[in-house]
């Protein structure tokens, strides 16, 4: 028999007659005109496809906003940027803006930063528009996607319900995906792979609810060339699908659950210990847990020692439960009554025991990859009360105040901005620094800003202007601002006088913005770039930095 602890079977479940809606009264006149209009918007495909626009709208046009206010930099979209259209030309994605920038040998290429090949399939969207802007365009498309996904996670949730209930679940479930915060949050942080982690989550998810075991196993793979450490959030909701497989006698879903448990982690094992440093990367380059070890063995070795450790890596900083009380409570906790939510767990536990204060805070695109594991596990809680006569409006009043919650909270973390006309313009700093990059000729190899080097990345050789002169023709600096990864603007004031006193020129300057040309030959002090024995460095993070829940 079917636990009503998880899902109703869907073949049995009964359908309850609901209420007769009533059409829609309209004039006379405009009868003729609006009647097939509301008729096909008010079919399901209709809706869906209604939602998926908007969803896709909000995503990229806070996409647009931050571009046209130069406030997306060479870290990240630069970075994506070089990588994507190495694979449009059918090479390898190779990063001069990473791999000069963190000192990482010649050959790298940013599957050596994270693995990521699922990225290949944005290059056609490179032979149609070769701009940066088409990677926003992209990412908006695919958190699109998720909108019909979820709406089949919301019908399966409420097979037993009656139709008018189950199309406003599937309605109300839509509209919380598609402005859901953490969605319009990653796009205001540009592009990043958890473009791709998001609707494939949803499919893996999705699939598995309809015991469509094929294309869910298919959705793991995915997954798995995401992120490299997304194989153990694969592994996680293998252990929810053994146990829910268990109580139905479910001999397919046992399997799938069991392959994912084993092949999830051991995927993002062979992608961090080979894989990545076949690319020229490091192995526990991203390794953030000092307090626990020196390397995941040696953390291993200490927790199992005094398990207390994970305690006080969770608790040593005010924003780690802040952050899982957020995450949770903004759901009204509705996620802990689910199995999926162990698919969120290795996600979440990577945060909470990092020492990185970056991943503390909600301003980074961190919380889309657990947005749709944490949504699907709250649908299925409200579609398991709905079923329980005695607990449906219970079920009803949850179910409209977490998407009342979840579509207020996208006001001010993202849609509240593009409605303000002075968030689409440049600040004068930023600005001057566009008209210096109109100055720079094509093919140039170029020093620049973060903030302009996406701008740069289709027509010049560019890297991130740093602490270490790497000889370019051009420097773009700003010396009165700190911009990263310098620690302060007296750094920056230090490197142009260093330049103009060795070999370079000033060719212009507005608004706190110069522009630097290489006429001499003579050796700069300290200039270096990285050659086969350079060894991969980290930026050091500045003490302001990540110690606010809502800023970055």
């Not at 005109?33 to 806070?62: D, H, K, Q, Y």
């Not at 700093?429 to 109109?438: H, I, S, V």
Request: charged letters at 15%; aromatic letters at 8%.
């Amino acid at each position: 028999m079917t636990s009503q602890t998880e899902r109703p079977d869907l073949q049995t479940a009964t359908t309850v007659p609901g209420p007769r809606t009533r059409p829609p009264v309209l004039p006379p006149v405009l009868r003729p005109v609006l009647r097939p209009v509301i008729s096909r918007v008010a079919s399901e495909r209709g809706r869906t496809a209604l939602l998926s626009l908007l969803c896709f709208a909000a995503c990229f046009a806070i996409g647009l906003q931050q571009w046209t206010s130069v406030q997306l930099g060479g870290f990240d979209l630069g970075i994506f940027d070089q990588g994507v259209r190495g694979y449009a030309h059918f090479g390898l994605p190779l990063s001069t803006v990473k791999s000069v920038h963190h000192e990482f040998p010649p050959g790298f290429s940013i599957l050596g930063d994270h693995f990521s090949p699922v990225l290949a399939l944005l290059a056609p969207l490179y032979w149609i528009w070769n701009d940066p802007r088409s990677l926003l365009l992209g990412q908006a498309l695919l958190f699109a996607t998720g909108v019909p996904l979820i709406r089949r996670i919301t019908a399966i949730a409420f097979a037993a319900a009656a139709e008018p209930a189950r199309r406003r679940a599937k309605d109300l479930a839509a509209l919380a995906y598609g402005l859901g915060w953490p969605l319009l949050v990653a796009s205001r942080v540009g592009f990043h792979e958890v473009a791709f982690a998001v609707p494939l989550t949803l499919l893996m998810l999705e699939r598995s609810m309809a015991r469509r075991y094929g294309v869910a196993a298919l959705a793991a793979v995915l997954i798995c060339c995401t992120k490299e450490d997304l194989g153990l959030m694969v592994g996680a909701y293998g252990l929810a699908l053994i146990l829910r497989s268990r109580r139905v006698a479910d001999l397919r879903g046992l399997r799938l659950g069991i392959g994912m448990l084993v092949g999830g982690p051991l995927a993002s094992m062979v992608a961090i210990q080979w894989l990545i440093p076949a690319m020229g990367g490091q192995r526990g380059y991203y390794w953030n847990y000092q307090e626990l070890g020196a390397n995941a063995g040696d953390a291993l070795s200490h927790v199992l020692r005094d398990p207390w450790l994970l305690v006080q890596g969770s608790f040593n900083e005010t924003l780690k439960p802040l952050l899982v009380l957020w995450l949770f409570g903004t759901l009204l906790l509705l996620p802990l009554r689910s199995l999926t939510v162990l698919a969120a767990l290795p996600l979440l536990v990577e945060r909470i025991l990092s020492t990185n204060p970056n991943h503390w805070s909600i301003a980074r695109h961190y919380d889309s990859f657990v947005w749709p594991i944490l949504l699907t596990a709250s649908i299925e809680v409200l579609g398991r009360l709905y079923a329980q006569e005695r607990h449906r409006k219970l079920a009803q009043r949850l179910g409209v105040a977490t998407a009342a919650i979840t579509v207020a909270l996208a006001v001010p973390l993202g849609l509240y901005y593009l409605a303000v006309p002075s968030y689409w313009k440049a600040k004068p700093t930023e600005a001057a620094m566009l008209r210096a990059a109109k100055l720079i000729p094509n093919g140039a190899t170029v020093e620049a800003d973060n903030q302009v080097v996406p701008r740069l990345t289709a027509r010049t050789h560019v890297v991130l202007v740093d602490q270490t002169p790497r000889g370019m023709d051009y420097v773009l600096i700003r010396p009165d601002e700190r911009a990263f990864p310098f620690a302060t603007s007296q750094e920056q004031a230090a490197r142009v006088q260093l330049l103009l006193a060795h070999g370079y020129q000033q060719i212009w300057s507005q608004d706190g913005v110069v522009l630097l040309h290489r006429v001499g030959s003579e050796p700069i002090p300290g200039a270096a770039l990285p050659g086969p024995g350079s060894t991969p460095i980290q930026d050091v993070v500045p003490p302001d930095v990540g110690h606010n829940l809502f800023r970055g």
